[in-house]
């Protein structure tokens, strides 16, 4: 298969690595000569680091060197069997890529968005031939990411999704299929470990370094939730989550935090710029040097239940609406943001009734909306039953 990918930074040019390391012949398209040449140095750095470890060989490498070419016309990605965009989220650009693309191209080429929060039905419709578009939503860095979300939009034909499915298979990585709506399933489903971890925030219930603390110590998560908002940016974290809430018809349950905003604002967007919820350097965060965690076991136990329980909430809805199987869900959750666990596997280990004990006690506290047991889960309480994830 020739396959094609539109975008040399980070995500394309991984992308682009993970189909040429699985034997494709890769046209990688920039509309920058220096974005290619930035990408052809960085896959070179990378290759070498791989020799260094012993998980490849010169010749392994020069193998993969010589699958991508580096191109800077549309017209040159024309006998692509698959091309995957990888540019900004902007429905008005991809939709104008797309169009001209479709121009160059047979009939039976698949033309693939990488999107992470916008319709794919909405980008397929640009296209004439709009069953040809699907969602392959990798996870960043691609070659090290096992997760692959795979959305077909309302458009979609079987046959796309099927030779799609096998393709991500070949690549060596771990595909989920995905319902085409607001986050699909993982920026979805997590959206309340980092908002829920906000409101504890904000409500002075514990600052960010006892929340993060906890979510590590008793959750076990490699990362706490302000760690990982100043890992990912907050221009880019908060603009999921804004696009979610208002995608869902402003649902409460994803209503952005005033705290993350005001950093957004501000342009301390966490590790890439030195300051965000920490103040970082030479990567490190100054706060955390002498950090002193000083927190009852009752409030520790408090936060965790709380974020954990939110999370849980999440994804049961996620299968009660149909977004994905449920053990697409705990493979999405475990293997695209390195949960210790999947979601659904937890809330059977802590008991369908505990779950929706501690939500009726949060909707009891707050009484909002945000708050409300997934129907699922009540209705498992009452019966008794476990979720099934095989």
Same mark, same amino acid.
């Given at each position: 298969?020739?396959?094609? *990918?539109?975008?040399?930074?980070?995500?394309?040019?991984?992308?682009?690595?993970?189909?040429?390391?699985?034997?494709?012949?890769?046209?990688?398209?920039?509309?920058?000569?220096?974005? #290619?040449?930035?990408?052809k140095?960085?896959?070179?750095?990378?290759?070498?680091?791989?020799i260094?470890?012993?998980?490849?060989?010169?010749?392994?490498?020069?193998?993969i060197?010589?699958?991508?070419t580096?191109?800077? @016309?549309?017209?040159?990605?024309?006998?692509?069997?698959?091309?995957?965009?990888?540019?900004?989220e902007?429905?008005?650009?991809?939709?104008? *890529? =797309?169009?001209?693309?479709?121009?160059?191209?047979?009939?039976?080429?698949?033309?693939?968005?990488?999107t992470?929060?916008?319709?794919i039905?909405?980008?397929a419709?640009?296209?004439?031939?709009?069953?040809?578009?699907i969602? !392959?939503h990798? =996870?960043? +860095?691609a070659?090290?990411?096992?997760?692959?979300?795979?959305?077909?939009?309302?458009?979609?034909?079987?046959?796309?999704?099927?030779k799609?499915v %096998?393709? !991500?298979?070949?690549?060596?990585?771990?595909g989920?299929?995905?319902k085409?709506?607001?986050?699909?399933i993982v920026?979805?489903?997590?959206?309340?470990? &980092?908002?829920?971890a906000?409101?504890?925030?904000?409500?002075?219930?514990? $600052?960010?370094?006892e929340?993060? @603390?906890v979510?590590?110590?008793?959750?076990?998560?490699r990362?706490?939730?302000?760690?990982?908002?100043?890992?990912?940016?907050?221009?880019?974290? &908060?603009?999921?989550?804004?696009?979610?809430?208002?995608?869902?018809?402003?649902?409460?349950r994803?209503?952005?935090?005033f705290?993350?905003k005001?950093?957004?604002?501000?342009?301390? #967007?966490?590790?890439?710029?030195?300051?965000?919820?920490?103040? &970082?350097?030479?990567?490190?965060? #100054?706060?955390?040097?002498?950090?002193?965690?000083?927190?009852?076991?009752?409030?520790a @136990?408090?936060?965790?239940?709380?974020?954990l329980?939110?999370l849980?909430?999440?994804?049961?809805?996620a299968?009660?609406?149909?977004?994905?199987?449920?053990?697409?869900?705990?493979?999405?959750?475990?293997?695209?943001?390195?949960? +210790?666990?999947?979601?659904?596997?937890?809330?059977?280990? %802590?008991?369908?009734?505990?779950?929706? %004990?501690?939500? $009726?006690?949060l909707?009891?506290?707050?009484?909002?909306d945000?708050?409300?047991?997934?129907?699922?889960?009540? %209705?498992m309480?009452?019966?008794?039953?476990?979720f099934?994830?095989?």
């Amino acid at each position: 298969m020739k396959t094609a *990918v539109i975008g040399a930074g980070t995500m394309g040019s991984g992308i682009a690595q993970v189909a040429a390391t699985a034997g494709n012949k890769v046209l990688l398209y920039d509309t920058k000569s220096e974005a #290619l040449e930035a990408s052809k140095t960085k896959l070179e750095k990378v290759l070498n680091r791989l020799i260094e470890k012993n998980r490849i060989d010169d010749t392994e490498k020069r193998r993969i060197q010589q699958n991508i070419t580096y191109v800077t @016309h549309l017209k040159d990605l024309a006998e692509a069997d698959l091309t995957i965009e990888a540019i900004i989220e902007n429905l008005d650009i991809k939709q104008k *890529v =797309f169009q001209e693309l479709e121009t160059y191209q047979s009939d039976n080429a698949i033309i693939a968005t990488n999107t992470s929060s916008l319709s794919i039905a909405s980008i397929a419709s640009a296209l004439k031939i709009s069953e040809r578009v699907i969602g !392959i939503h990798f =996870f960043n +860095p691609a070659p090290l990411m096992l997760l692959v979300e795979i959305i077909p939009a309302v458009q979609t034909s079987n046959s796309v999704k099927e030779k799609v499915v %096998k393709t !991500i298979k070949d690549w060596g990585k771990i595909g989920v299929l995905a319902k085409d709506t607001p986050g699909f399933i993982v920026n979805r489903v997590a959206r309340p470990f &980092y908002g829920e971890a906000l409101r504890i925030y904000e409500e002075g219930k514990a $600052d960010l370094l006892e929340i993060d @603390h906890v979510m590590k110590d008793l959750g076990k998560f490699r990362m706490g939730p302000f760690e990982l908002m100043d890992f990912i940016g907050h221009d880019v974290n &908060y603009t999921v989550t804004e696009t979610v809430f208002k995608e869902f018809y402003f649902d409460p349950r994803y209503k952005p935090s005033f705290t993350q905003k005001r950093l957004a604002e501000a342009g301390y #967007l966490g590790r890439k710029t030195g300051k965000g919820f920490y103040t &970082y350097q030479d990567g490190k965060a #100054l706060e955390k040097e002498n950090q002193n965690i000083n927190l009852s076991d009752d409030t520790a @136990h408090y936060i965790f239940n709380r974020i954990l329980v939110m999370l849980i909430n999440e994804a049961a809805d996620a299968l009660f609406l149909n977004i994905a199987t449920g053990k697409d869900i705990d493979l999405a959750m475990t293997k695209g943001v390195n949960y +210790p666990k999947g979601l659904l596997s937890w809330a059977n280990e %802590k008991g369908i009734a505990w779950c929706v %004990k501690q939500l $009726d006690a949060l909707y009891d506290e707050y009484h909002e909306d945000r708050y409300r047991c997934s129907p699922l889960l009540r %209705k498992m309480a009452k019966q008794n039953e476990n979720f099934i994830l095989t």
